[in-house]
Nanobody
């Protein structure tokens, strides 16, 4: 079992930045693919970014490419999402997830955090 806890969400003005963290416990994250997803009210959960279990392999949704950066610190068992140039449409609950497949599909991720709210005001 892996327990994931997100933090770092909040209210920020458009153009601002936030850094989300996802702390894991129970098992080391080093052998898992990690991802960030988000869900806005009335919308389906959507893929944001993923990072492979080792090496620099990352992949982003087109909507965040060039603005968001996913990273991981396996020694600290923590996943990060640096979000810059935030837009109102980035407002959502952000979830971190762990899985075995390098994938953009939420169904490929096994463990999920409880989510952290990000609100971007215009």
């Amino acid at each position: 079992q892996v327990q994931l806890v997100e933090s770092g969400g909040g209210l920020v003005q458009a153009g601002g930045s936030l850094r989300l963290s996802c702390a894991a416990s129970g098992r080391t994250l080093s052998s898992y693919v990690m991802g960030w997803f988000r869900q806005a009210p009335g919308k389906e959960r959507e893929f944001v970014a993923t990072i492979n279990w080792i090496g620099p392999g990352t992949y982003y949704a087109d909507s965040v490419k060039g603005r968001f950066t996913i990273s991981r610190d396996n020694a600290k068992n923590t996943l990060y999402l640096q979000m810059n140039s935030l837009k109102p449409e980035d407002s959502a609950v952000y979830y971190c997830a762990a899985g075995r497949s390098y994938s953009v599909k939420s169904s490929d991720y096994v463990y999920w955090g409880q989510g952290t709210q990000v609100t971007v005001s215009s």
